[in-house]
């Protein structure tokens, strides 16, 4: 059975990423919900750190192609969505875009 944190928003004055998100316990997947974006892609990048200290890397999936073959996990979707993504087993996120966002507040839920 699921496990839902509570929401969390953080909101982009003006750049391509969140500040650190702090879900409140290591999560398996989070979903992310975005008002409507001029442009650019959506991705998540996890922190390798227990704290918001540490350094934030773009996740990537083993494709099921072959061995060698990573996907990159992103959308490219413009319009007002809600994407789970799943985060292996973090606690701390930051939200990236692809293209300068201004005044955009992102709302995350982790679960467990």
């Not at 059975?1 to 409140?24: C, P, Y």
């Not at 996907?71 to 930051?94: E, P």
């Amino acid at each position: 059975m699921a496990i839902f944190r509570n929401i969390v928003s953080s909101t982009i004055t003006s750049g391509t990423s969140t500040s650190d998100i702090d879900l409140g316990a290591v999560c398996s997947k989070v979903l992310v919900m975005v008002p409507t974006i001029g442009s650019g892609t959506i991705t998540v990048h996890v922190s390798d750190s227990d704290s918001t200290s540490g350094t934030y890397y773009p996740l990537y999936a083993l494709d099921g192609n072959s061995a060698a073959d990573f996907a990159r996990i992103t959308t490219a979707q413009t319009n007002t969505k809600g994407v789970v993504f799943d985060i292996g087993a973090s606690r701390y996120i930051k939200v990236v875009f692809g293209a300068t966002q201004t005044a955009l507040t992102v709302k995350v839920r982790g679960i467990i």
